[in-house]
């Protein structure tokens, strides 16, 4: 399964905005500097209270669809 490691810093307002459903999706940059896509609802696995701080993890699927998100590193990641 292919995946990509991301870094990703959203206040808890703008993970807000995701649930609420004015976001339907996430760009951020891989850690080699690639754009990547994320729909908001993998938010939903790694939101806190002070919203999303870290590295992830995203694995995709064979076709590219989104799979699953695990923290790799939480909190005060370089941003």
Known sequence: MP??????????EQCRAHYAGSADS?????LDGRSVLL???ALSRI??????HGVFRVSFDSSGR???IEALSWGQVER
């Open 3 to 12: 995946s990509v490691d991301i870094v990703l810093h959203l206040s808890a």
């Open 26 to 30: 996430i760009r951020t940059r891989t």
């Open 39 to 41: 729909p908001s609802r």
């Open 47 to 52: 939101i806190q209270s002070d919203g999303v």
């Open 66 to 68: 989104f799979v699953s």
